[in-house]
């Protein structure tokens, strides 16, 4: 098969690749990350290139006359024929930097006022111990590594003191190298202690973990100090898995097809990879001196991570390969750490409640108190658990991709450019936008929609279903080819270069979300025979949280209506409870109690929640007793 050279603009980066590569595998090998929502199937119009020069072969996929206008073609349909130089412009890519960092958000409790470790004691899953060995004689002639073992059982209380073969094989060498004075790195894990590394001479430092988050959008490391127990550095970036689809279906699919389930793996690791090489290497800190990293992830990235084909977790009776994933060393998973860290992953609940989750109930200390408690993370599944120290039952409810900008007509994600907070004059019906970055408006993300609805709804420009009032005087208000549509910024206003507009279609969509979340809710608390007012805080997970405006939550009938002094925003809390779990080998313990402890509610199964999800399809709902404050 014939190679050809690709250039791409303005990066001005070169490959080769077979002819019949499509763009958007060569963009990704090229390591330009093209956004591709619907995974390279040509239907989300994401993906635009230009092909500059050079010969390419074009599939069909879904080009707007817009994009015919300009030139652009689809990158997932562009099929290389030829030496060609393709041009992919800045509003088809993913940044690293659009990534927001809940330490940017103002919003979210810091983490000192959070106190994290609190109830937990201090005891991080790795430690370094400095010994002083005797030297072996003819006649005190014990084995290196008898040697080491006893000296370290002498200095601390551990009985069973594991080492592998890589350890072993460097043993003799360390010990003698500072005349018997070594560190031992030792992993505290299960009641098991292993020696995972042996250092000559003392080491002043306690080395670093790594708190991972894997999102299926985005995945987020955090550095420790293992002896401090201090936050070194954090950062974010897309999960590269993207390039394969946006949602975890499409990964899911991806993952039986050819190769499909080793690329997610590599792309995963790719991700947190080159999140550990920027902030090890910004940080001066050596990869040897990682000693180990808790992942926390929902149930298809634990599986692809690890490898672990996920294709049961989409297929009715949707069953996991395993829930409790087992410890892997970073070496056989190719992390850029200690090749002997261990690499941790959260247990998961069910199919659809992922270690994430258990995660985030660990890190808001669920299990430790009475206070009842909702803790909700909304995505594209909103997962909800409810309970206290004596209980705690948990659900996943299929939102869409409403709350992320899916299947929205100007939808995106919380990035520089989308509008996340709207006012609309109940005179004139004229907009005023509040834009993420102050830049232009060029979107709309999840927290900006639902501001949306309930401002149009509080305006009296739509209805309890959803649909436009067509009598209202404004030009703001039109039917389009597609339908109604709202105009919240004219095209001179827009970085865009035409109106962003939101359309009955998009409302109808966004209410099955609002409706799913809150019926969700509604099928937990009468599985337990319990009342929304006996919810006494209710905690909001995720990014999703970061500009939400729980006032306009409640409004649309997607959040419940309590005191609002019972809410609570706490930003990242995967990360948080890996970090946690990474800090205390009791919060690690409980952390795998925690998988067993919650019930699964299976939402699929009998008719509640059908019904309340029909019911929660109104705005605000159709049973307005359970909106108070809104009557
Ligand atoms: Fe190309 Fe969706 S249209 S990735």
């Known amino acids: 098969m014939s190679k050809h050279l690709v250039k791409f603009l303005p990066d001005d980066i070169s490959l080769t690749v077979e002819t019949g590569t499509n763009v958007l595998r060569a963009?990704?090998?090229?390591?330009?990350?093209?956004?591709?929502?619907?995974?390279?199937?040509g239907s989300c119009g994401r993906c635009a290139i230009k092909v500059q020069q050079g010969q390419v072969r074009l599939e069909g996929g879904n080009r707007s006359k817009k994009m015919k206008e300009q030139g652009l073609n689809l990158a997932c349909q562009t099929f290389i024929e030829g030496d060609v130089v393709i041009e992919v412009p800045k509003d088809s890519r993913l940044e690293e930097h659009q990534v927001v960092l809940e330490n940017e958000n103002h919003k979210v409790l810091a983490e000192s006022e959070l106190d994290l470790l609190s109830g937990y004691e201090f005891k991080p899953l790795c430690r370094k111990v400095q010994l002083t060995l005797e030297p072996p004689t003819l006649t005190e002639n014990a084995s290196d590594l008898t040697r080491l073992q006893a000296e370290l059982r002498q200095k601390t209380a551990c009985k069973e003191l594991m080492v592998e073969l890589?350890?072993?094989?460097?043993?003799?060498?360390?010990?003698?190298?500072?005349?018997?004075?070594?560190?031992?790195?030792?992993?505290?894990?299960n009641g098991i202690t292993e020696i995972v590394q042996v250092e000559p001479g003392h080491v002043q430092n306690d080395g670093y973990g790594l708190a991972v988050d894997i999102g299926t959008t985005t995945v987020v490391v955090y550095v420790v100090d293992l002896a401090t127990g201090d936050l070194v550095d954090s950062r974010g970036t897309y999960n590269k898995q993207a390039r394969y689809g946006d949602d975890v279906i499409s990964r899911m699919i991806h993952a039986g097809e050819k190769n499909g389930l080793d690329d997610l793996r590599k792309a995963v690791i790719g991700s947190i990879n080159e999140l550990i090489d920027k902030l090890l290497e910004k940080n001066n800190i050596s990869p040897d001196d990682v000693h180990v990293a808790v992942t926390a992830g929902n149930t298809t990235m634990a599986h692809l991570l690890l490898g672990l084909p996920p294709k049961y977790i989409r297929l009715e009776p949707y069953i996991p390969t395993a829930t409790e994933l087992p410890p892997v060393k970073a070496r056989l998973l190719g992390i850029n750490i200690n090749p002997e860290a261990w690499v941790l992953s959260f247990p998961a609940v069910a199919s659809y409640v992922g270690g994430d989750i258990v995660a985030?109930?660990?890190?808001?200390?669920?299990?430790?108190?009475?206070?009842?408690?909702?803790?909700?993370?909304?995505?594209?599944?909103?997962?909800?658990?409810?309970?206290?120290?004596?209980?705690?039952?948990?659900?996943?409810?299929?939102?869409?991709?409403?709350?992320?900008?899916?299947?929205?007509?100007f939808?995106?994600?919380?990035?520089?450019?989308?509008?996340?907070?709207?006012?609309?004059?109940?005179?004139?019906?004229?907009v005023s936008l509040m834009i993420i970055g102050n830049e232009k408006p060029i979107g709309i993300c999840g927290s900006g929609l639902i501001d949306c609805m309930a401002k149009l709804h509080r305006v009296g420009l739509i209805d309890r279903t959803g649909q436009f009032f067509r009598d209202k005087d404004t030009p703001r208000l039109r039917k389009s080819e597609d339908g109604w549509e709202y105009v919240l910024a004219w095209a001179e206003e827009s970085g865009v270069d035409k109106d962003v507009v939101i359309t009955e279609a998009d409302i109808k969509n966004l209410l099955r979300s609002k409706g799913a979340v809150f019926a969700g809710i509604q099928s937990l608390l009468k599985s337990m025979q319990l009342d929304v007012n006996m919810i006494e805080k209710i905690i909001i997970a995720g990014g999703f949280g970061n500009y939400l405006n729980v006032d306009d939550a409640v409004q649309i009938g997607l959040l419940p209506d309590v005191d609002r002094d019972r809410y609570e925003f706490m930003g990242n809390t995967s990360v948080k409870g890996a970090k946690l779990a990474l800090l205390s080998q009791d919060a690690y313990k409980e952390c795998k109690e925690l998988g067993h402890l919650m019930t699964y509610l299976e939402l699929s199964a009998g008719t509640t929640f059908m019904d309340e999800f029909v019911s929660a399809t109104f705005i605000p709902h159709t049973d307005l007793t359970l909106f108070p404050s809104l009557n």
Request: glycine share 12%; hydrophobic share 45%.
């Open 27 to 41: 963009a990704s090998i090229a390591g330009i990350e093209i956004k591709s929502v619907c995974g390279g199937k």
């Open 166 to 189: 890589p350890v072993l094989q460097q043993l003799a060498e360390a010990l003698r190298q500072e005349d018997w004075k070594v560190t031992a790195t030792l992993a505290c894990m």
């Open 360 to 409: 985030g109930v660990l890190a808001a200390k669920m299990a430790k108190v009475e206070m009842m408690t909702l803790f909700i993370d909304i995505g594209t599944n909103g997962e909800i658990v409810l309970g206290n120290n004596e209980f705690l039952i948990s659900c996943a409810c299929s939102a869409g991709p409403a709350f992320e900008g899916g299947g929205i007509t």
């Open 411 to 430: 939808g995106m994600r919380a990035m520089g450019g989308a509008i996340e907070r709207v006012s609309i004059d109940p005179e004139t019906f004229d």
